[in-house]
């Protein structure tokens, strides 16, 4: 008798400020860890030793101001790099992958935020991917004043963070148009509505995912 091999999904997590990734991202992982699930959890950037060095030089305080080329390329170095030492031998072992952030955070916030132009992101995201896609992003949403808000009263605000709101309405909007875009691919999840309400859509996530596996 010849078993199914049991598909292993790439899930990336995205939000807008405020939107409590970090907390979803706890709950995400012990959920799939509860139902059995190998799975890697990771971030970006980051994620290996040199992309979290290019995080460090992303969020940090320099002298001297990032331009937004910069910036962009930075990110997609980082995602060479992540890619190349973590995401896909994780996906090539059966692993699943759970990622704090990935491409769509570019096109976010360095396309719709800082306003380069979403084909130029495109030419990166084909030369670094090639046809490497998450299978899943959960997108938390949330309006802007909210989520500015709750960052606030957590206070430590990195470089990005210290934005203007017009600039993260611009980057929640660009969210808003990729789900539509890409319908298959996007969970979004109310993320102004109560932790518990949130964590029971996340878990409503996981289970269609679980249960949909061989
Ligand atoms: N970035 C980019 O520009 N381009 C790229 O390609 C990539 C990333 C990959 C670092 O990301 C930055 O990199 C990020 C985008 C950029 N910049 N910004 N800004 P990060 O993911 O490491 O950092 P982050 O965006 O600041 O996420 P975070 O640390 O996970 O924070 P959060 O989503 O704002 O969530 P939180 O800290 O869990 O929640 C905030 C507060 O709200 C906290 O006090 C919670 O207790 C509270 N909270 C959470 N949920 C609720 C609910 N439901 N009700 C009430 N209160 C809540």
Known sequence: MQFERKKNYFITLEGTEGAGKSTALKFLHSALLKAETPVVITREPGGT????????????????????????????????????????????AGQWVLCDRFTDASYAYQGGGRGIAEQRIAVLESWVQQDLQPDITILLDLPVEMGLQRIIKRGNLDRIETEQQAFFQRVRDCYLERAKQFPNRFRIVDASQSLAK?????QGIIDELVNSNP
Do not use: N, W, Y
């Open 49 to 92: 030793l040199i992309a979290e060095e290019i995080r460090a030089l992303l969020l940090g305080e320099h002298s001297e101001t990032m331009c937004s080329d910069t910036e962009l390329l930075l990110m997609f170095a980082g995602r060479a790099q992540h890619l190349t030492q973590l995401i896909r031998p994780a996906l090539a």
């Open 198 to 202: 949130v964590k029971e859509m996340l």
